[in-house]
């Protein structure tokens, strides 16, 4: 039960670092960085102190649930929230473009890669042997 006090607590500072963090962007009028890299900043931050800290709080944030019920959805609904009108419709064509021919383009690289890996040997089945 500990842990997960832990694991909240830190949770809890996370998020208001990064309501602070927002409306001081925000209020200041900063453009040379937007929320969402602010947020990835702070999550590689606290990733890391996680990581090192290797105690109990460390385990409360390992369940996926966490992440994709209570962390996942706030930033979806800011990134829908934020978002303009006008600017998404006046670009529609190359979100669309991006979306498919980058979708096209990770697959086949993906499977290009996939295949070189397989070949060189250095795929192992769970007995350890190497999968052709």
Known sequence: ??????????????????????????????????????????????GVILKASKGSASLAFNDKHLFFYFLLPPIIFSGGYNLKRRRFFRNFGWIV???????????????????????????????GETVN
């Open 97 to 127: 473009l991006y979306g498919v021919f980058g979708t096209i383009l990770v697959f086949i690289f993906t499977a290009l890669l996939t295949d070189v890996v397989s070949e060189a040997g250095w795929i192992v089945n769970l007995e």
């Open 1 to 46: 039960m500990e842990d997960l006090a832990v694991g909240l607590a830190f949770l809890v500072i996370a998020l208001i670092c990064y309501s602070v963090s927002g409306e001081a962007i925000q209020h200041h009028k900063i453009r040379f960085i937007h929320e969402s890299g602010v947020a990835i900043i702070m999550g590689f931050i606290f």
